[in-house]
């Protein structure tokens, strides 16, 4: 399962979320086994100056559940940028 949030938010406002994105990551990396992510940006900002930031993670069906739990609770401690949207999207079977 692949669990995708994004974001918009202006980055002079929030210096240094990519520092607490990693450190938000990590620690769900500890608490997840074999959890994988990423952190990426839109290339452009958009009309009003925001970046558009995405964390993907991959992870098992059997923790979702948990796991979208603690991220949101990590991501209110950590002050994260909100209002984060979340999609799901699974592996095409071939």
């Not at 669990?3 to 607490?20: A, H, I, Q, T």
């Not at 993670?57 to 979340?86: C, K, M, T, W």
Request: hydrophobic fraction near 40%; charged fraction near 30%.
């Amino acid at each position: 399962m692949n669990l995708y949030v994004y974001y918009k938010f202006l980055v002079d406002e929030l210096p240094g979320v990519s520092s607490v994105v990693q450190r938000v990551q990590e620690q769900l990396a500890k608490e997840f086994p074999g959890l994988e992510f990423d952190l990426l940006k839109r290339p452009n900002k958009d009309d009003a100056g925001r970046e558009t930031w995405m964390e993907i993670y991959i992870l098992s069906d059997a923790v979702l559940p948990q796991f979208r739990l603690r991220l949101d609770q990590l991501a209110l401690e950590e002050g994260l940028p909100h209002p984060r949207l979340n999609e799901l999207f699974v592996p095409i079977d071939s």
